[in-house]
């Protein structure tokens, strides 16, 4: 019988803790683990790139970075990226360079991932079960696969990151705080409430995620979405910002239609769902009682979003969901340097340009059903603000890059 994989888990500041199991791992993003790519070039600088199985359990049949695998406990970076060239493809590279490093969170996992380069033409040895196949692209080739949306999202912040498209610096310096979020316990209130919520027995999960829910997207997105706070049997329950809410259903069909993302429903984590170019996220990550946070809750939650600020370096636009929201937003980006009044008024549908090199924030009435039911909101006009947002993010999105 074949030993458990064990991954090399490690803390918020990168120190190994306890190795845990991979199924452990992938289905929480709170067990960050280590893993190591190495992108393989050829003499005219063309990447080879490894197509999935189709029969893989994540991203199968999609185009992905030339090797890739996650360290054994205790392993140093380079070591198991000389293993992992070995055992993908067959061949010991002899010129290993350290490309980057960055964090990669999805709704099921959290990776630190270590990117090296090595030239090598071939010849290649590869298991067909593992890897459909091999081939080496030019980025202009590779451009196309990304617009047909054959690659990996990880792959594609990869490239994009590896050839600074536009760009002066494209990675964060910041990692996301998934386990300051996820183990954070400050409110006394909001960790008694949420660990009381009774499940409902419409819905399938015996257990509910029950923590603070982190934000979840796409790593270079333009735009940022921040709501209120996770619902009790929505976002609580399923530990993904605006998933299996009500409010949500709304949010994700009309990020479908602006094609932010690749489906219309948000059921669960590991549901594929992909967003691109744009993140989600709450301005409280435990759900309040009444969906009503209090004022201190609000404001010890804010250092989160001032973390998440910090990571989404490529950020130009918030739209902000809701009155509570949009204070918060305003208050976390004058901790980064905007000058706007501490309180300025919340106007839906308004454009507030903070400073040139932070993000505008829009604000919008929360999608909630209420604010549909009583035409607070309308379908429509959410559509249409969500849309306006889009094209602001991207028309400043193509005049500068990064937020330095
Ligand atoms: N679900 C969330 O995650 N946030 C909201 O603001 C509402 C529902």
Redesign the pocket.
Known sequence: MQAKESLFCVDNLGMPTTPLPREMCHGNPCHTHKVVHVLVLNEQNNILLQKRSRYKDIQPGRWDTSVGGHLIPGESEKAGALRECKEELGFVPENLMFLHQYMWLTDVESEIVSTYISTWNGPFDFDENEIEEIAFFSNDQIGQLIEKDKVTPNFRYEFECFTCRGMSRTMSNSHYPIRDICLCNECNRLVHYRSSIIPKSRFSEKKYWNLP?PGFGDALASLLIA?????AH??NRTGR???G????ILLYENLNKLGLCNRAEAICRGDGMELKEVFVT?AVKCAPPK?LPNASEINRCRRFLEQEFQYLTRVKVIVA??RI?FQSVMKALRVEGSSHSETPLFQHGKVYDTESSLPCVIASY?P?MRNINTGLLSKEAFFLLLKSAVKLSRDLSSKCGTRS
């Open positions: 829910v709501g209120l706070a996770p619902g929505g976002a910002p605006f998933t809410d009500a409010a949500g709450n969906n969901l809701g929201a929360h909630s």
